[in-house]
């Protein structure tokens, strides 16, 4: 594993004046990610799906704009987008954050109707963490004339996870996007990157034993080491989107994962690790220009 990425906080005060459209910002990663690039500076544009923001920021700021979308609707997307251009003139930040998870056990206990015919398997979690991550990065290369568009996604994307297949591949799958689309977007001025955090200390993951405070935090994170889970704070997964994007160009195709509350860089890794005859044909400029021929 590489060192645990530093990253030095003062200089992301330079991103203030950008604009950042967040999907998913309603609450968890999304919503400290909106409110740390508000306190920056910058104007955010909220992107939730149907709960309004619990947060300090004020939403009714000339720096904000709040929508409620359904984030597997291109229509949506494209109005929020438009909107986004039309109140601050331009987007230079795109987070896909936007996720759900999926009902347990599925495969092993499929619904069938009053004549035993098994029904389709639930696959809102497919429509939410790729076909709207997808929607969401087409929209950030067509509206964007350069700038950033960070994935945040899930450790999932790397490994399995056998009581949620779907959410894991469609994580997956994020992960397939990233490597496919960072060299043709970086060519057109654009740093397609990911964030990949592991068990991250959020309400949704928490529900009601969760409480807002670097001391409940601690408290809870003291009690699932011994388990073996090292937990994180949402502002470390927040503060690593915001090295990204100060990062520009330098950051195509990079992928952090969050783990223990360290930042590291997983793709990299990952690709050290690798035969180089593999490097060379997934990651180089000459692989993509043949693959395009």
Not at 126 to 132: A, F, L, N
Not at 180 to 201: E, R
Not at 217 to 237: E, H, S, V, W
């Amino acid at each position: 594993m590489s060192t645990p990425i530093q990253v030095d906080q003062d200089s992301l005060k330079s991103l203030a004046g950008k604009t950042v459209l967040i999907t998913g910002a309603s609450s968890g990663i999304g919503l400290e990610t909106a409110e740390f690039f508000y306190n920056l500076g910058c104007n955010v544009a909220f992107v939730c799906g149907r709960k309004r923001p619990l947060t300090k920021v004020p939403l009714d700021s000339p720096r904000t704009l709040t929508r409620n979308v359904d984030i597997s609707s291109w229509d949506d997307l494209v109005n929020v987008f438009a909107s986004t251009l039309t109140k601050f003139g331009q987007i230079d930040v795109v987070v896909a954050n936007a996720g759900i998870s999926e009902p347990r056990g599925q495969y092993f206990n499929l619904k069938v109707d009053d004549g035993g015919k098994p029904q389709p398997l639930e696959l809102s979690v497919v429509d939410v963490d790729i076909k709207g991550t997808m929607y969401t990065a087409a929209l950030g290369c067509h509206y964007m004339k350069g700038g950033s568009i960070v994935l945040v996604t899930s450790l999932a994307g790397y490994m399995g996870v056998p009581q949620m297949p779907n959410y894991s591949a469609s994580k997956h799958a994020a992960t397939g996007l990233l490597r496919s689309l960072a060299v043709p977007a970086a060519q057109n001025n654009i740093a397609v990157s990911l964030v990949a955090p592991h068990m991250t200390f959020t309400p949704g993951v928490f529900a009601d034993k969760y409480q807002p405070g670097t001391e409940a935090f601690q408290k809870m994170r003291d009690a699932l080491l011994p388990k073996g889970i090292n937990l994180n704070r949402a502002y470390t997964c927040a503060l690593a989107v915001g090295y990204l994007v100060h990062g520009g160009l330098k950051m195509a195709g990079k992928g952090l994962l969050i783990e223990g509350d360290e930042i590291n860089d997983l793709e990299d890794d990952l690709n050290r690790a690798l035969p180089a005859w593999f490097v060379a044909k997934a990651n180089s400029k000459d692989a993509a220009s043949k693959a395009s021929e």
